[in-house]
């Protein structure tokens, strides 16, 4: 395209290809998260730390969904793709929270480390 006008050049992402490398990806992307979920899901030894994670990864099929909708779709479409994504953004680190709260001991044991006002000493290389 190099040899055509500047005017007539089509961006890449608006070409088949880059629709086509999109959806493959995409399909990838969808395929070994819901594996790695369903792995989790049925290997539950510490479910009040696999959930979390679980639906942390589930940001992935999302963030791909909405990706391939605003690279197929119109503007419309693509804007409402992008509140859902960075809702379910806004819920994974919601989630990331809890799962280190979890990882410390839970709520009870966090709020006991704070109100107990010893704070602990870490040893630094330096």
Known sequence: RM??????????VESALAVA????ICTEA?????????RHLQKLSRPDLQYPI?????LVPVYSIASQIALTSGLVA???????????????VYLFFVLVVDYAGGEAAV?????????????HVW
């Open 111 to 123: 709020v006991s480390k704070w109100g107990s006002g010893s704070e602990g000493t870490v040893g």
């Open 54 to 58: 679980a639906r942390m990864v589930m």
């Open 30 to 38: 969808v395929v070994v998260s819901v594996a790695l979920i369903v």
């Open 78 to 92: 693509a804007q409402a793709a992008a509140t859902i994504r960075d809702v379910y953004e806004a819920y994974a």
């Open 21 to 24: 490398l999109g959806g493959v």
């Open 3 to 12: 040899s055509e006008g500047a005017g007539d050049a089509t961006p890449f």
